[in-house]
């Protein structure tokens, strides 16, 4: 087992259990990037540079989601249809709506 450290913010929730519904702790995109972080961090460890803290919320968004929602409002027929796409694509790859996979030990 690999052990090392992530730099938390202090008001970030608690981790939830495995299989539990996503609560923004951001634990699993400090720990290390998605296949869609991956692909915006171009980097295979550390933290994903997409994540973002949300300081009115108290919780940790993904940035590529969120930029994805942004552009989905901009003028223009294709991109509408692009960021869609985008957006489509983003979750499936991190797994929105699975719950928490982040099988990670916090002490």
Do not use: F
């Not at 259990?17 to 869609?36: F, V």
């Not at 994805?68 to 692009?82: D, L």
């Not at 979750?91 to 030990?105: E, H, K, M, S, T």
């Amino acid at each position: 087992m690999r052990e090392y450290a992530v730099l938390w913010h202090p008001r970030a929730p608690a981790k939830p259990p495995l299989g539990a519904p996503c609560n923004g702790c951001g634990l699993c995109c400090l720990a290390e990037p998605c296949p869609m972080g991956m692909l915006v961090s171009r980097r295979r460890t550390g933290a994903c540079s997409a994540l973002r803290w949300d300081d009115q919320g108290g919780h940790y968004r993904c940035g590529v989601l969120e930029d994805a929602k942004a552009s989905g409002v901009a003028p223009g027929r294709w991109q509408r249809w692009r960021a869609k796409v985008w957006l489509r694509m983003a979750r499936r790859w991190i797994a929105a709506g699975v719950g928490c996979d982040a099988d990670l030990r916090v002490d």
